[in-house]
């Protein structure tokens, strides 16, 4: 066997296989172009399209040494981290690929003769185990190999791998390492997955899976294989478990050192699986983040955020206090960064993201845990229970379970989700395609393509007009060979079309289509069927019939194509400013251009500021004003790599790509239309800027004549508001600064007015307290009425004062309890009066021992409440 380093093993991996006529591919985001899957959750992923047909493969064979997550949806082994010797969220997968090229009998011999001839392991310890299928598999495995017929096992669904409920899967075969008899039974695999530890899977690519569970062969039988990098090291470096490698030790380190726990080994106690989620944790938030995924409450910024948390809690659980994220991430930098450099160019904005999330959520987890402890003491979390530490205090449910686990009690989430679906009020409508054919079968589309080609789009040399031929019709979900104004909506599909199809965040163009035979239609949009392929036009004809094969003209509405495309080069402009004033984290995180305005979604972990916003608005503007060329033209990937192009989010590029250099400070990757000179686009006006999610910010803008009209509205309402104040527009703010310190000044008298009025009250309820303390029901008081009340009668009551005032304003009831600082001395706390009220009321308070104020939506235990108040002032005070 020969010892090596993770770096080592990657690169006699990689290797291995380029010498055999691979092409290494580098590795892939973790954020996949594949809409189906949160993560890239295998080292096949990027491939798919090679391998279901869709995009012809631009090589035969490929390998490449995939980061891979797996922490959400199907793919998830989140809850088994730390606890087994196998499971991580984050991995890297080697694989070899052969898209149509060899097959069963290659993939084999070269595992083979990797495991055997380059790492010399001991074919002693393999495994082997095949489809129960699959015979060709095992007569290559004994015949061809000569593996021993008694190491070969066959085994049902565990050796048929899918990607997900539909596309690429097939059978596959399995090789495992013994561990050896201390971790286990002997038999194979099928005896102890503890023991026989599986180190690759050789997939072989055959079918294609369908939503209606059919498996329609694929164009040519292929081979996807993975061997976990981790797991191969372990046997590599003699390690007993993945958590004694290389990779692993200085990570297992950093946990110990920001907790101050040590590590005893594996499987060792709670602490130890603790230690082993921070190592592991710190791995998949690092890489992440890394490539742009930011903590929020949807998709995979909820399972960044629940893997942060997940570690804080962790390492609470430890006893540390003080942040521990950063040192993690610094940890994960020096660990990995010289096989992953992207590490070390975005360390400072890792941490500064991660840093952000753990102290907005250490708040959360002291109230949370403290609040669930006291419902794990009394049994089993209620869905009512989870909800309000959910939904009041920000404790997500799924650490609620995992807690509850810890202590043995189960969790209501039938109960929880009830009462979700109960307060989400805006429906979730699924997606629904732009009218004509969109419920057409792909397989349509696939056949036009086939026969016909790509569509050959025109509109960046002719612009706005080409003759084309009609090579299909597609409607009511069946193509068709003419079609008239009695026909609907019409998929049309030409040979070339000067129309853009939506993509890459632009709308599709509309216009018109006409023909020598008299028809007349409407494009309404424009869509790619197939992407970046076959573009179909969706059309209503008013007039005359379309026929396959007959001649027509595309006309696209040129003044809104014009529009779209000073909004769409302006959002560069835009991009490159936010870049330039607020840092190189600014990374694009989608976008939508239309005739109308911009919009530019970019991540951002704080709001932007009036002054920033003016200088974003005035760089982007100087650029216009310099009227710069614009240069769009196609160039291989590398190129635009070297020039620093940017790649814009959710884009898929490859070998070729198109570059757009928008004046001398913005050079991106894009294939959308642009202006020619940055003078075209006229004004740029920013009419907004927010958060759409936690580290997401949104800005909105409008260009051209649009910019024009909404700058002329402004200068209106400042002349009618000046109008409104007598004094001219200059003098406005001057103006307005006075009213506002009136304002204030009529606040302060209304406040102190009100204090007077609640002293007032205070001493009537004073003269009827009972040994110092007052328990009464105020009703129409709004909740800051009803504490200056109970502070003003605290004090009233003097050093001995207890009070409880409990109301109701608005639908809601309100508690206020208040005690004096005697009192207080003497244990008498006001959270512990006011919780079990508060709760039912529907709510919760803080933790003071002096003043609370709280309440809930449940009215109608009021007067339950009330009573319930009374005993605790009367057992608080003896």
């Known amino acids: 066997m020969v010892p090596m380093t993770a770096d080592e093993l990657r690169r006699a991996f990689l290797d291995y296989f380029a010498a055999r006529g691979h092409t290494v591919v580098p590795s892939a985001s973790l954020i996949p172009h594949d809409s189906g899957v949160l993560f890239t959750i295998a080292g096949m992923l990027p491939f798919v399209s090679y391998f279901n047909g869709t995009e012809p493969a631009p090589y035969p064979r490929a390998t490449s040494s995939q980061k891979c997550v797996r922490a959400g949806g199907k793919h998830n082994d989140l809850d088994d981290i730390g606890r087994t010797n196998r499971h991580m969220s984050f991995f890297e997968m080697l694989g070899n690929f052969s898209f149509g090229d060899y097959f069963k009998a290659d993939a084999i011999r070269f595992a083979w003769e990797f495991y055997i001839d380059v790492l010399e392991l001991d074919p002693e310890r393999l495994w082997v185990t095949v489809h129960e299928s699959d015979d060709e598999a095992e007569t290559i495995w004994r015949d061809s ?39 286990g039974p002997d038999g194979g695999p099928a005896a102890s997955a503890d023991r026989f530890v599986e180190i690759w899977n050789l997939v072989f690519m055959q079918y294609d899976a369908q ?35 290389d990779i692993f030790q200085p990570l297992i380190a950093a946990a110990e050192a920001v907790t101050g726990a040590t590590y005893g080994g594996f499987p060792g106690t709670e602490d130890d699986v603790s230690l082993r989620i921070l190592a592991e944790h710190a791995r998949t938030m690092t890489f992440l983040v890394a490539d742009g995924v930011v903590p929020s409450n949807e ?62 959520f250490l708040a959360t987890l002291q109230r949370g845990e403290d609040m669930l402890a006291e419902i794990l003491a009394a049994g089993d979390v209620s869905g009512e229970r989870a909800f309000f530490l959910h939904d009041t205090l920000g404790f997500p ?39 004509g054919a969109a419920s057409a079968p792909v397989e349509l589309y696939r056949e ?22 009609i090579l299909g019709l597609i409607a009511g979900g069946e193509r068709i060979g003419r079609a008239d104004a009695t026909s ?25 289509m006409t023909s020598e035979s008299g028809l007349v239609a409407r494009v309404r949009d424009t869509q790619y069927a197939i992407p970046a392929r076959l573009t179909v036009h969706r059309v209503e004809i008013t007039d005359g019939a379309l026929a396959e094969g007959e001649t027509v003209t595309l006309a696209i509405d040129a003044e809104r194509r014009d529009a779209i495309r000073r909004n769409h080069t302006a959002t560069h402009l835009l991009h490159a400013a936010l870049r330039t004033v607020l840092g190189d984290h600014v990374k694009q995180a989608g976008s939508h251009v239309d005739d109308q305005r911009l919009r530019f979604d970019f991540s951002h972990h704080q709001a932007v500021d009036a002054g920033d916003l003016v200088t974003i608005e005035a760089l982007a503007n100087r650029a216009v004003i310099a009227d710069s060329p614009v240069r769009h033209y196609e160039t291989t990937k590398a190129h635009a790599e070297s020039i620093g192009a940017i790649a814009f989010f959710g884009d898929k590029y490859g070998d070729i790509v198109r570059v757009l250099e928008a004046g001398p400070s913005s050079t991106e990757l894009c294939g959308g239309t642009h202006v020619h000179a940055l003078g075209f686009i006229g004004p740029i006006k920013i009419v907004s800027e927010g958060s759409i999610g936690s580290n997401l910010r949104r800005i909105e803008a409008v260009t051209g004549e649009a910019a024009l009209a909404r700058i002329g509205d402004e200068e209106q ?31 302060d008298e209304l406040t102190a007015a009100r204090r007077r009025e609640a002293a007032g009250a205070a001493l009537e309820l004073a003269a009827a307290a009972e040994n110092g303390t007052v328990v009464a029901r105020r009703d129409g008081l709004a909740p800051d009425d009803l504490r200056q009340l109970g502070i003003a009668l605290r004090d009233a009551l003097g050093s001995q004062g207890v009070v409880m005032l409990i109301g109701v304003n608005d639908g809601k009831a309100g508690v206020v309890a208040a005690v004096a600082a005697d009192r207080v001395a003497a244990g008498v706390s006001a959270a512990d009066l006011a919780a079990p009220v508060a709760r039912l009321l529907g709510g919760g308070t803080a933790k003071n021992a002096e003043l609370v104020v709280g309440g809930g939506p449940n009215i109608a235990a009021i007067d339950e409440a009330l009573e319930v108040a009374r005993r605790q002032v009367a057992d608080a005070v003896g």
């Open 488 to 512: 609907g909506p019409v998929d049309v599909i030409t040979d070339r079309t000067p129309f853009y199809a939506e993509s890459g965040g632009q709308v599709g163009d509309s216009g018109r």
């Open 299 to 360: 998709t995979r910024g909820y399972v960044l955020r629940r893997i942060i948390r997940r570690a804080v809690r962790h390492a609470y659980r430890l006893g540390a206090r003080q942040l521990v994220t950063p040192t993690l991430v610094d940890a994960t930098v020096a660990t990995m960064g010289a096989a992953y450099p992207d590490l070390v160019v975005r360390h400072d904005l890792v941490r500064t993201i991660v840093r952000r999330e753990e102290e907005r």
């Open 717 to 747: 309402q400042l002349r009618d508001l000046a109008g409104m104040l007598n004094v001219a527009p200059a003098d406005l703010s001057g103006r307005i600064e006075k009213l506002l310190a009136q304002v204030k000044s009529m606040g």
């Open 211 to 245: 939503p209606d569970g059919s498996l329609v062969p694929l164009p040519a039988p292929s081979v996807d294989t993975g061997a976990g990098l981790e797991r191969n090291l372990a046997v590599l470096q003699g390690a007993r478990t993945i958590w004694d490698i």
């Open 397 to 435: 449910v799924d650490l609620t379970r995992e807690i509850a686990a810890e202590a043995g009690r189960d969790l209501d989430i039938e109960g929880f989700n009830a009462q979700m679906s109960e307060q989400r009020t805006r429906a979730r409508e699924a997606h629904k395609a732009a009218g």
């Open 448 to 469: 036009l393509l086939d026969e016909h080609g790509d569509t050959d789009f025109t509109g960046r040399q002719e612009y706005t007009t080409e003759d084309a031929t």
């Open 145 to 183: 190999i000569g593996f021993p017929a008694a190491r070969i096992q066959r085994l049902g669904e565990d050796n048929f791998w899918r990607m997900g409920d539909t596309g690429p899967c097939g059978p596959s075969s399995e090789i495992f390492w013994d561990l050896g008899p201390e971790f």
